[in-house]
């Protein structure tokens, strides 16, 4: 299993930034490799990607989320990853966003990869574009405010029902 541990500090509002992320329709625009998300409910994503030429698709599972501060979740199917997103207050409208995020590579293709730390550099990439992303913006796409348990949800009172806080931004 290959863990890669990556940081990046966006100058927005913790809220922001957390709400952002749980627009995960809109990774493949700060996500080089990721082509597709499609939220099927609450707590689970079909994800596809494409990664060296190959293409995979996959579902996963959240597994815990509780706003403006963690979001986690493990894939249910192959390719096997896991991960963690992390959201400090730094005070002054800024945010520390972090990602850990565990997988199994399995072509010689993606342990080459790994070896090379092609992950790590990809993950970190990856960031920089979130970055980018949402500080050029100023504020997010939309909003789940749930919480979610063990895989379940356990609070929807600021979900997808609030208008003012559901994805209806396109731009």
Known sequence: MQTVTKSVEV???????????????????FMNGVEDVRQLDDTTLHFTTKVGGVKREYDARIVEQ????????????????A????????????????VKLEWHPDTFAEK??????ADEMQVAADLDKFKEFIEDR???????RGSVE??????????????MLRGTDDI
Request: glycine share 12%.
């Open 150 to 163: 063990r895989g379940t949800v356990t609070d929807e009172t600021l979900g997808t029902d609030d208008p």
């Open 112 to 117: 080459a990869g790994a070896a090379l730390s």
């Open 83 to 98: 991960g963690t997103v992390t959201f400090e207050n730094l005070g002054a409208g800024r945010t520390g966003v972090s």
């Open 11 to 29: 100058n927005v509002p913790i809220s922001v930034a957390y709400n952002q992320w749980t627009q995960f329709e809109s990774f493949p625009e």
């Open 138 to 144: 100023g504020r997010e796409t939309g909003a789940w």
């Open 66 to 81: 509780v706003p403006d501060r963690v979001i986690s979740w493990v894939s249910t199917d192959e390719p096997r990853n």
